[in-house]
């Protein structure tokens, strides 16, 4: 890895982590920063300084015209103390498929690596220790050029914060309620439905609010042009255990690539599961939860890691499993992929990097 000369303007932490840390709420002393300007080099001046507000021309372009891209990974405290992070590499590889997508320039993905690593290094001491607890990383980049005229921007900001978290939810590892609908839809094949886009969950966010009123915490989409098929959860991946198969949603060109639905793929195969990547209809999960072939249905995602589904509403349709108790399978992966990410187990597969 090629390494680049990051300046660290201040260095001065000063830990008050609450007794319940809520999710994206408190963010640590400092954040990583750095500009885009093609007559000055490109990418440039990489720097970390104090955490604080920035300055933006209300001609902004990412206001007018939405070219922001963003990710989400997380930190950890292993039992033995060392702080590593899981799979960070992927994370930067997807950002700067995000960032083609969005005609914003791509950054040398050893510099975002280091940035993040290094960052994580000077504010280590957020990192909290209590169980299901972590340090969440959010790098972000956004077109700044100041003008009002639809065309890419030519100046840009990447920013890297941190952020100490619990549990995405509030009720911890517990089954939640998901409402699928085809009264909107998010995204569509051929659209920007697989880059890591703002404006992907602007477009989430009236379907998500009327869930919320009928007592679901997440929406499951159907696909835009049938509405038949599954998608993704608002925060996850989906995945659906059959009686003799364990599918997921093949990536269509609107769906995110997990970076946790790729690992559960790789973990299921290992353990001998038949994991496909495939269509799967909306009719078909009700004829099995009729039949009684349909065993489990659980999302993954960088947030929550597993979430299984204690119960599935579509139109006049209600697939009711346990409220209190997460499905077994989702339980094992839950499991064996926090057990790799605090340092409990070997990691066979070399997924976490390690701060020195």
């Avoid at 997990?258 to 004829?287: A, C, F, H, P």
């Avoid at 204690?310 to 057990?339: D, M």
Wanted: a negative charge.
């Amino acid at each position: 890895m090629n390494d680049f000369n990051i300046e660290i303007l201040e260095r001065e932490t000063k830990v008050i982590l609450p007794d319940k840390l809520v999710w994206g709420q408190l963010f640590t002393d400092h954040i990583f920063e750095i500009d885009y300007d093609e007559d000055l080099g490109g990418w440039h001046n990489p720097t970390i300084k104090k955490f604080g507000s920035i300055s933006l021309s209300p001609a902004a372009m990412v206001f007018h015209y939405g070219q922001a891209v963003f990710e989400g990974l997380k930190a950890y405290k292993q039992d033995d103390g060392r702080i590593a992070l899981f799979r960070p590499e992927k994370n930067v590889e997807r950002m700067n498929r995000s960032a083609k997508r969005m005609c914003i320039p791509e950054i040398d993905p050893d510099l975002l690596l280091q940035a993040m690593l290094e960052l994580v290094r000077v504010d280590k001491d957020w990192i909290p220790t209590r169980p299901g607890h972590a340090l969440y990383i959010r790098p972000l980049m956004f077109a700044s050029e100041p003008l009002i005229g639809v065309r890419p921007a030519e100046n840009y900001k990447l920013i890297i914060m941190l952020s100490p978290v619990g549990p995405y939810y509030p009720e911890g590892f517990r089954p939640i309620p998901i409402l699928a609908t085809d009264k909107y839809v998010r995204t569509v094949r051929k659209g920007i439905g697989e880059a890591k886009t703002a404006g992907n969950y602007a477009a989430s966010l009236m379907a998500q609010a009327e869930a919320r009123k009928e007592g679901y915490t997440q929406v499951l989409w159907l696909d835009a042009i049938e509405q038949k098929y599954l998608e993704e959860v608002g925060a996850m991946n989906i995945f659906v255990q059959f009686k003799n198969e364990v599918a997921t949603p093949m990536l269509t060109g609107s769906i995110l690539p997990g970076i946790t639905r790729m690992s559960v793929i790789q973990i299921l195969k290992d353990w001998g599961y038949n994991t496909n990547e495939r269509l799967i209809s909306m009719q078909e999960v009700l004829d099995a939860y009729k039949t009684g072939k349909l065993i489990e249905i659980f999302g993954t995602g960088t947030a929550a890691i597993i979430s299984s589904v204690s119960r599935l509403k579509y139109n006049e349709h209600l697939l009711q499993f346990s409220e209190t108790k997460a499905g077994e399978l989702g339980t094992k992966l839950y499991e064996e992929l926090t057990q790799i990410q605090y340092g409990r187990i070997k990691d066979r597969y070399n997924w976490m990097t390690y701060i020195d």
